[in-house]
């Protein structure tokens, strides 16, 4: 079992930066892979980054390659998502994903069993 809590949305200018959390409880954790989803009103949800459990499988959506990083640090069971160059096309709400079969992350969300409840991310032009 896995409890995840994403943190560190909010509203940012166009070109800023925001770093988003998320803390995870469960004795699986540091061997569960792990994903960041989002979505956009009106938009299906869409896979963002994840990271496998030793960090060394990563995945990035081609949307946000080259600006986002995505890391975990597992002694804190945390994951992190650092958003630089944001765009307002980046506005949704951005979920943490956590599986605890996939030895390295996958774009299907289906794939991974527990969700957090999301946190907000808006970018204004």
């Known amino acids: 079992q896995v409890h995840l809590v994403e943190s560190g949305g909010g509203l940012v200018q166009a070109g800023g930066s925001l770093r988003l959390s998320c803390a995870a409880s469960g004795r699986s954790f540091s061997s569960s892979t792990m994903g960041w989803f989002r979505q956009a009103p009106g938009k299906e949800r869409e896979f963002v980054a994840g990271i496998g459990w030793s960090g060394s499988s990563i995945t990035y959506a081609d949307s946000v390659k080259g600006r986002f990083t995505v890391s975990r640090d597992n002694a804190k069971n945390m994951v992190h998502l650092q958003m630089n160059s944001l765009k307002p096309e980046d506005t949704a709400v951005y979920y943490c994903?956590?599986?605890?079969?996939?030895?390295?992350?996958?774009?299907?969300?289906?794939?991974?069993?527990?969700w957090g409840q999301g946190t907000q991310v808006t970018v204004s032009s």
């Open positions: 994903a956590a599986s605890e079969k996939l030895p390295a992350p996958i774009m299907r969300r289906t794939a991974y069993d527990y």
